[in-house]
């Protein structure tokens, strides 16, 4: 008899307790086995790129749709039989002392063909990808999990803090963001930073570009086994950039010269997140669903709305009905009350500087060669993602927007409709008049170092170029909370000398729940 045991509020009889004991008796000399052979692998370091055998990996944990449940993803390649797996979780080490009751959820278990276009770099992919929902979790609590089954074997014991109960809004708050991420060397430079320095994180935002396989699907797997020491631990949402997939307005899958190669299926299906299920319909893998597409979290004082500018984000289409909605609700007075803070997040910038045809903010500005059309990436321009929903930041109020894209770390004053609203200090905003917009495209992608002259907008305040030395620009966002109506930012360069580690940081406070902006 098959049941789903993911709800630790569910009745178990005490057959049932007992075979889950059983369960995990049986399954300790294999997990005995796999925790030798990984032994020599330590937490963080790059050598865990290293994959020689079929065994539960490139773990990952992100919220649902309900507060207190938590994703767990992984991956199994090259391909391997998988009879029955599934996650066990407690609040004690699941393979520590005497074995114990545990809860159980059952996974999915599913795969994907990508990678067919027509060059060198479309690399198909082999392998099983598996999510599991562990559900009725304690909040605030920490939480032990491990994940397989007895045919593929069982990963080591992860565990990551459950969030804390959503009535509870005047709790602090601390989380990383950035984009454009990958697996090369920098990368990993980012990523032993925030281990030594974010593992305290109550999550963490990836905010599109994550993998830069481009049509290579053992590019994935090399992102997620390099960032599988963070993404185990630390909540982690993924939203789409350009390079992810095709969509609409991302890489064209046919076309290496613009960087294509990933119809969207690898990012849709490896990435599970809390939004809802959203679909596209690619001509070259079929149709596709994800809950990662664009989502929104509301975590203590802070509500987050994550939104896709790689997908239809137009009026009138879904999403924007969808980002309109949850703005209006999130902007209700009541909500504000208890949640005065809105972060919105889109891998494109609104406001940007580089000196290139992304940051053109003149009418019907294009990154099309004359005479060619590329549908996809080549349409985008900051100034159409800011035509088309900067005004729902300001109806709404938004407090914040974060983005990627550009290689390049810039931070910009309160700004609306092209104007700085106070320019007043580089480092303190009290009640602004509008949101502070900050692009950190620096999680390891080949950076972008040609600017514009940095008189040319008065709205931009700190960006790449202004170190002292010449170092290149990876880093990763902090923000923090210090009380219910202040929130600290650090940009931390971990390419500068100690000196110039902390790159930018600036505050923003509020003696009211909303400031009005129009």
Known sequence: QRRDMGDPTATSTRAQRMARRLLLCLCLASVALFVSASSSLRQGSSSRL???????????ISYTNVSNEMWVSWAITPSAASTNPVCQYSTLPVMEGTPHSAWIAQADTTTY?????????CVPWDGTLHSARLKGLPYSTRIYYRCGDKQSGWSRVYSFM????????????SFIALGDIGYSENAAAVRDDILARGADADFFLAIGDVSYANGNQSGWDLYGRLWEPVYSQIPSLHSPGNHDGEWRYGNTYDYESVGGGDSGIAFAMRYPGPGPVASFDSKHTGNMESTSFWWSVNYGPVHILATSGVHEFLPGSEQYRFIENDLREAAKPENR??????????HYPMYATLADCFCNYTADATCQDPGTFFPGVLEVTANLIKDNLEPLLLRYNVDVFLSG????YERTFPVKNMQATDT??????KNPQAPVHVMAGTGGGDPDTKWLPKDMYAWSAVRSDDQLTDT???????????????????????????????????????????????
């Open 50 to 60: 290293t994959h020689e055998f079929s065994a539960p990996e490139q773990f990952h």
């Open 113 to 121: 063909k990508d990678g067919a276009c027509n060059f060198s770099s």
């Open 162 to 173: 459950s969030a804390p109960d959503p009535a509870n809004t005047d709790i602090p708050v």
């Open 337 to 346: 009350e208890k949640r005065p803070w809105i972060i919105v997040t889109n």
């Open 405 to 408: 894209h550009e290689h390049a």
């Open 424 to 429: 007043s200090s580089l480092h303190y905003y």
């Open 472 to 518: 290149k620009p990876f880093g990763w966002l902090r923000v923090s909370m210090d009380g219910k109506y202040k929130m600290a930012f650090q940009y931390l360069n971990v390419a500068s000398s100690a000196a110039e580690y902390v790159r930018d940081e600036f505050v923003i406070e509020k003696d009211v729940a909303t400031v009005q902006y129009l």
